[in-house]
């Protein structure tokens, strides 16, 4: 097997643990430096800008974080995840035992992908759904009366939910008139009631997404959505799409108007460019602008295979946040987009990262001796900034903050008030806080002082459109792989969510037998913990 | 002045830090210990139950808590506080100077309340949003048309937006029917652009929100919305209602169809059960359904003055929060609620928790000596256990959970699958999971290990009414501000949101002068350090 270490058994990493005592003053920001800085830490591509004068940081320690990324061999992995190799396994121990390719979802735009197998199974879903969608607008597949569908209702969990929800609400600016997407995924029942109120089932399509078939929420929503459609007169069969894997037990044409496929070797999380998140963005943006979407993804893949950490974004990004994570010791990152087209995007990436990195053991099936992935959370600004900016900047707790802009909104209705428009009230901000963050401010009164020193990035990019949405989604995926590897563990399994699942599925058991209904909480968890 | 000490100058202390060093192992989960604990540590009250045999304490660390809690005066300062003591201050520096009220916003059902001014003031503005809604109910209030508003589009920003929003949404299943509430915060001109394009101006009512009136995201939507009115030959007037502070700048009888005021002791962050909130969900509840809410917030006001830990729901929260906080080291706070109802309700109590305790300064003026306010974060239940749980069972950091669940669901629509409900399962995975993190799991496989000893409380309430929002909010509330007692700091004020605002406008300015329209990013923070 190809060297897999993690950070902290590199060379580099003896250097890193020295530069850590004296970081960066951020302090001196105003002065000749600060020019300096400002133009040297910017790393550009097709895309974005990525802004990082305000990171601890010197060119030293950039030349430490390369020779950890080179030394920890990252590109040349990721490149290996791309080309097929068994990423998704712990050595020694039962484990997956998958490849890891959501990549070649999107690599379709090349003459020759880096997956050819698994691409061509891409290509073949994207003509299946291209042609259901064409026959979606030539009529030619409607509902009982002939009418086109004019909602999706998308019904999944998780990887299944998150991803294509948050792309869902980014690009709502771009979809096609007539249409839109309404999405159930708790198994709490007031969530499909409250969804179900505000839906015309008859104009509806309703999308039912889980690789296994066998997702407990997801196949709980369906039953009760089916048993609305049963209580309209209307027949599921003539609504009902699916998503799942070949020979699921979801994969049944009798139950589904169509069915869609997703593979192995993608994890949920990072399912949004499969048919998990095309379908309902197909419907929704259409077929020309969901490829859009998937172009953004995969030039970005591409860029990410370049091993300069100045020149590489995700890869950049990525070494930052171990900077700031396993050399500084902040234990959690803030996403703070200044669009609320993405106001659910830093949900997304909590799962996407948090369920990748959130780790105790290496790939050699050996518990870790350092710290794995961060906590992540977010909300967009500025509206972040009338609530938890308080602590940002005067709380005791750093929070290194990743900031995202955009120089033009998506619809392009402003307004100008006191001579500047709302999207420059939008970008002023996200700068003033940025450099807030990090200069801080003396002051004699101790409650105006502002420390400074707070570690942040803005990634800036034109506008977001479905291609670059796209782009944002696969920047953040490499960043999370790159930090995986950086720590040897295995970004891509989840066994933490299952002892839950397990003593759940136990607990229901219980709660069946008729005598020990309306039984006290106490009892019930005593049952529970006597299951672990 | 009386006695404000932070917790590490109490006796208490002392005793604490020793425990420290042992904390309960709950890996003996199942045993006959674990019966003991599941009675002795439950807490009881009117709405909830909160049971905390998952956290890492003993009676000896509960009682260490007590004294903790008693030589801080923490009741006391909170019936201080509820009296009317100026307690957002810092002495010796210049600071708001402020009572805080926000309790007298509910305290009406009392024959002698706590403040009775404040409560004279909120009884007044209560009585003319009653006419006011009469008004609408009677077709008095009406539009161009003579037809009734269906629709009230909702502007604010941080705490004039994220509670009114959290406890909307919360609440949806209990709104009169014909009737719904949009919201607009952000400055982005896409978040208007998109609530705009849903919203049938002329029968909409225009709810702007803000204490001072100088706000400047909200003054921003506001004009952009206004143009659309006057776009659509619409006179705002006829539309508009302001909920602002007396005599501020949008307090102005010519330019708003109604005013209700707020008042300078009312934090923006608290000022959910003000004129803020109650404007909003009296058009959408009712008046008696609204007032039931404001009835369950006033009900935990009293309860909270319990001087008993072990009794007093919400100052035992908050002590079990300062044990894994300031004592285990904890540095995140999770809020998982298993209501998709609540899908809001963690970034409000993000936005409350971490404005009012992100601070580096006590009282008295000086740099504390300790951490102060946690990052609080979360999602529902069960759709994070499909994301982030991950982290929370096998990371390297250790997160403290509050879960938050009830026995009943809102809309009563449920389906049985597999022999139990949606709202069984929903419960049965908060009770798995509670146990699951507290008592891990052994096993030789370290892929499938769960190390356990993950503290966690479940607060559980038979059905998320009005009445029992008003519960969870002030409960919420009443948490915050005894945390906040317990690190002596001002949890009332947010000196460090100022410096990004400041620097935010002065860099407008300089977008403004056209010779510098186009400059580059770096220019624009160059200017923005410059200023610092």
New interface residues.
Partial sequence: MKQRIAYLHTLAHTKLMKLRNYPFDLHN??DEE??TR??RY?CRSHYF?L?Y?AQRITDEVLDGLQELADQCRLVEQFKEMKAGEMMNA?AG???EQRQVLHTACRDIFSAEPCHAAATDQAVRELGRLRDFLAGLDSGEICNEKGEQFTCLLHVG???S??GPRSVYEAL??FGRSGRRVCFI??????????VLRGVDLSRALVCVVSKSGTT??T??NE??IS?AYAAAGLESRKHFIAVTGLRSPMDDPDRYLRSFYMFDYIG??YSTTSMVGMVTLGFYLGYDQALDFLRGAARVDYEAENPDVRTNQPLLLAMLGIWNHSYLDM??VAVLP????LHRFP?HL??CD????????NRA????E????????G?????G?????????????V?PCEFIGFRR???E???L??????????V??L??????LA???RSD???????GNRPNS?L?GERLTPEVMGALLAFYEAKIVFQGFSWNINSF????????????TR??EE??SAERKGQS??R???K???M?
């Fill in positions: 920001g105003a600060m020019k400002l133009k910017v800008s802004h004068w712990v121990v039962k484990s969990i998780g990887g939910d998150l709502k600016a995924s708790n198994v709490d029942p007031d969530d499909a009631a409250a407990l929420e196949l709980t039953k009760l048993q949920g999380r234990s959690t200044y669009s609320q087209a949900a909590q799962q948090m369920e990748s990195n959130g780790k105790s053991i099936g050996d518990v870790i350092h710290m794995s992935g961060p906590v992540v959370w909300e967009p600004g500025t509206n900034q009338h609530a938890f900016y308080q602590l940002l900047h005067q709380g005791t707790e929070v909104s998506q619809y209705e402003d307004i008030v006191d001579g500047t428009s709302s999207q420059q009230k939008l002023a901000n700068l003033a806080q940025s450099t807030a200069c801080g401010r009164n101790p409650n105006t002082f502002f420390p803005i800036l399994d989840q066994e933490g969510v299952q002892l839950g699942k397990v003593l759940a607990l229901l709660m069946k909480l106490e019930e968890i005593l529970t913990a006597e672990v």
